[in-house]
């Protein structure tokens, strides 16, 4: 019997593991082509700003642990509060990054615009996330965001050893 696979747009075959994995290359390149020197900022927990683009709120990125070969990091815009409050972070998107593999995963991610299917666990869960890194970077990049190196990034960064 003929096996017939739904494609996405950007031809990842749809509701598998291999389209996933694809995916996750994808975000991988998309990463690198917004933060080049991802691999040299430090795991201090201090964020690093994209210079602003007209018209789009500041991308910041935070780099919470890095070990030998992975890296997880913050991606998120933040919005003021219409009352005066603290800042909202959304998307607020958790990732970890493989660089020996070079693919980048959604740990997790808030986004008050997504629609809400109710699939929470599994591969439909994790398709749903990374399609939505997918066409978010592919925004930043589309907006002209890129971090540039800073004092701060000169600094070797502090590898964690792998447990």
Same mark, same amino acid.
């Not at 998307?91 to 997790?108: N, T």
């Given at each position: ?27 991988? =390149? %998309? $990463? ?11 795991? *201090?927990?201090?964020?690093?700003? &994209? +210079? ?40 607020? =998107? %958790? $990732? ?11 740990? *997790?991610?808030?986004?008050?615009? &997504? +629609? ?40 070797? =960064? %502090? ?5």
């Amino acid at each position: 019997m003929e096996q017939h696979w739904q494609y996405l747009a950007g031809g990842y075959p749809r509701r598998t593991f291999a389209g996933l994995m694809a995916l996750y290359e994808t975000n991988y =390149a %998309r $990463l690198l082509a917004l933060v080049p020197h991802l691999h040299i900022i430090p795991a *201090s927990g201090a964020p690093q700003v &994209a +210079p602003q683009v007209d018209g789009s709120p500041d991308l910041h990125l935070t780099v919470l642990e890095r070990t030998r070969y992975t890296t997880i990091l913050l991606l998120t815009y933040y919005f003021r509060h219409r009352n005066g409050g603290d800042p909202v972070a959304d998307p607020d =998107a %958790r $990732l970890r990054v493989y660089h020996d593999a070079r693919l980048v995963e959604v740990l *997790s991610c808030r986004d008050g615009r &997504a +629609p809400r299917s109710g699939a929470r666990s599994g591969l439909m869960h994790r398709w749903q996330a990374n399609l939505f890194l997918e066409k978010w970077l592919n925004y930043c990049l589309c907006q002209g965001h890129r971090f540039r190196p800073s004092v701060h990034t000169a600094a070797p =960064a %502090r590898i964690l050893s792998d447990a």
